[in-house]
């Protein structure tokens, strides 16, 4: 299973250094980027991935790629943003300024966002492609006048004096982390999804329970501060196992949010063609867990 080095992932590292996977063959891999994790799931290397929403979606609509939602990680609510230096103060400020952003769905989507929010067309800002593991240095050097980035990046630069000017607490539910797994892997391998979800929660129990053990064992990972990367996961709501069998088959759930979604990638032409978000919602893990 593959991840980058989001805050939202962490409570799988930390089930893995906790033991909670047991003797299960489950190998955790980190990239150093979404770009990275999602190549290496389309060259085959990966059965499970840790994905955005929009990325999962484009994955689906992608001929060949298969992959199936049996849980949501996390909710992005601010711990993705546009930086930006002093003086830009506000969106309409980016015209004509260099604007960092990661190749993958989600830094298309919310690059569509700002430019919608700003009134500005793509024409008007001098993009500049970086993977995320670009972003703080080619912000701190100048190359860069704002970036759309994410946590733990995000905490990093405002420490630097950056300036927030949009975030994902503007469109709440749009940017969901969410554990793909491949179709035939699932239905040959149940009980690794089962293990993987049973050791995840248990991590979720452990970070309220040792919150200061916790963030010291997750911080290490991410290269932070305990204290920095506790303020990274204020941006973010962890659902627990109940909350994860209401957002996957409950009346306001993933397949509502997620559909809605599919079809602003559609207009803005993010995804070729429309997807079916029920079909790839899987919450048989969840029910066995809570059972």
Not at 266 to 274: D, E, F, S, T
Request: charged fraction near 25%.
């Amino acid at each position: 299973m593959g991840a980058n080095p989001w805050p939202g992932y962490q409570p799988l590292f930390l089930a893995q250094e906790l033991g909670y996977f047991g003797g299960a063959a489950i190998r955790l891999v980190e990239y150093p980027s979404a770009t990275q994790v999602l190549r290496a799931y389309r060259n085959g290397v990966l059965e499970a991935a840790c994905l955005t929403l929009d990325e999962l979606l484009l994955l689906e609509s992608q001929q060949g790629f298969a992959p199936r939602i049996v849980a949501v990680m996390d909710v992005s609510n601010g711990a993705d943003a546009l930086l930006a230096r002093p003086p830009l103060a506000r969106l309409a400020d980016l015209k004509g300024r260099r604007l960092g952003v990661e190749d993958t769905a989600l830094g298309a989507f919310m690059l569509s966002r700002v430019l919608e929010r700003a009134g500005l067309a793509r024409s008007d800002i001098d993009l500049r492609s970086l993977e995320v593991n670009e972003h703080e240095r080619a912000f701190l050097e100048g190359r860069v006048d704002a970036v759309i980035s994410f946590e733990p990046v995000r905490t990093k630069l405002m420490a630097q004096e950056a300036r927030v000017l949009f975030d994902s607490s503007e469109i709440p539910g749009e940017i969901v982390d969410v554990l793909g797994v491949k179709r035939e892997h699932l239905g040959s391998h149940p009980e690794q999804v089962t293990v993987l979800l049973r050791g995840f929660f248990r991590a979720l129990d452990y970070m309220k329970t040792h919150p200061e053990d916790a963030a010291r064992r997750m911080a290490k990972r991410q290269g932070a501060t305990p204290q920095e990367f506790q303020a990274s996961l204020r941006g973010l709501q962890l659902p627990d196992l109940r909350a994860n069998l209401t957002l996957l088959e409950g009346p306001s759930s993933l397949r509502v949010t997620g559909q809605a979604l599919a079809e602003v990638m559609v207009q803005r032409k993010l995804i070729l063609r429309p997807v079916d978000v029920a079909a790839l919602v899987h919450p048989d893990a969840l029910r066995e867990i809570s059972r």
